[in-house]
């Protein structure tokens, strides 16, 4: 029998980080690469003007290198959010499992833009902000990737 991966472990502690800038942004964005979600782990707050995004994500900080791949619970919040508009993304079918490649951000004027998520399949999810700032928290311990693999990508 096998038990499920510990921080401990892996010598790491949970995320809990910001991307207020674009620099900021690069770094969230390959900390969620293959992070997987369905589209009903998908929320838009209109009200409070917030995108949360519930994701497993591949555990790719220091000190999990070696170890069998390891997945987490995060919880992704996008700020100041005006709008969400999707591409190849079957918002009834609430159960789909979509892969998350990347987090981009697109400047408009005045610190405006849209931060653009790449899901595999083509599929986008691009959200119009007032301004960039988004939070990446960790909120389980991490768990044995079911595959027992890391995901590949083509060249």
């Given at each position: 029998?096998?038990?499920?991966?510990r921080?401990?472990?892996?010598?790491?502690?949970?995320?809990?980080l910001?991307?207020?800038?674009?620099?900021?942004?690069?770094?969230?964005?390959?900390?969620?690469?293959?992070?997987v979600?369905t589209?009903?782990?998908?929320?838009?707050?209109?009200?409070?003007r917030?995108?949360?995004?519930?994701v497993?994500?591949?555990?790719?900080?220091?000190?999990?290198?070696?170890?069998?791949?390891?997945?987490?619970?995060?919880?992704?919040?996008?700020?100041?959010?005006?709008?969400?508009?999707?591409?190849?993304?079957?918002?009834?079918?609430r159960?789909?499992?979509?892969?998350?490649?990347?987090?981009?951000?697109?400047p408009?004027?005045?610190?405006?833009?849209?931060?653009?998520?790449?899901?595999?399949?083509?599929?986008?999810?691009?959200?119009?902000?007032?301004?960039?700032?988004?939070?990446?928290?960790?909120?389980?311990?991490?768990?044995?990737?079911?595959?027992?693999?890391?995901?590949?990508?083509?060249?």
């Amino acid at each position: 029998m096998t038990r499920d991966a510990r921080f401990e472990d892996a010598g790491g502690q949970p995320l809990n980080l910001g991307a207020l800038d674009a620099e900021d942004l690069q770094v969230l964005s390959a900390l969620l690469q293959d992070s997987v979600l369905t589209v009903a782990d998908m929320y838009f707050e209109r009200r409070q003007r917030r995108l949360v995004l519930l994701v497993n994500r591949l555990r790719r900080e220091e000190g999990a290198e070696g170890l069998p791949p390891e997945r987490v619970r995060a919880v992704l919040v996008v700020e100041h959010v005006l709008g969400v508009a999707s591409q190849g993304v079957p918002r009834e079918a609430r159960d789909t499992v979509l892969a998350l490649l990347s987090v981009g951000f697109e400047p408009g004027e005045d610190g405006a833009g849209s931060v653009i998520f790449t899901l595999a399949g083509d599929g986008v999810l691009r959200a119009s902000v007032e301004a960039l700032e988004l939070r990446l928290r960790d909120v389980t311990r991490p768990y044995n990737a079911v595959s027992g693999k890391l995901p590949r990508h083509p060249d």
